[in-house]
């Protein structure tokens, strides 16, 4: 019997410029659903090459690339506990907040 293969939707695709006066850089979205509209791939990131310009510049950022979920900081990769899409969407947020009151 053939597995079924599954079928993702790229459900979001944004990139948002944050202006100078708030730490410059940019904020990277992308998240895929599956038939059921489950978040079966995603990548949030926080990219500045003026602070970071290792990894394409990515600062910040969280994905479940090659099968794992992991936190990108600086350059470092760490594993994470994925609760839930929401939890990881609310780490980011917080990450990229704490790393406003340093810049």
């Known amino acids: 019997m053939a597995e079924a293969k599954t079928t993702e939707i790229k459900q979001s695709d944004e990139t948002h410029k944050i202006s ?5 850089g940019k904020l990277r979205r992308e998240v895929w659903v599956d038939a059921k509209g489950r978040v079966v791939r995603y990548n949030l990131a926080y990219i500045n090459h003026q602070l970071f310009q290792g990894d394409n510049g990515r600062v910040i950022g969280y994905d479940n690339a090659h099968g794992a979920h992991h936190r ?14 929401e939890d990881i969407e609310e780490r980011f947020a917080a990450d990229w907040s704490a790393l406003g009151s340093g810049r």
């Open 20 to 24: 100078d006066k708030r730490g410059n």
């Open 72 to 85: 990108h900081y600086f350059g470092g990769v760490s594993p994470v506990d994925f609760v839930s899409f």
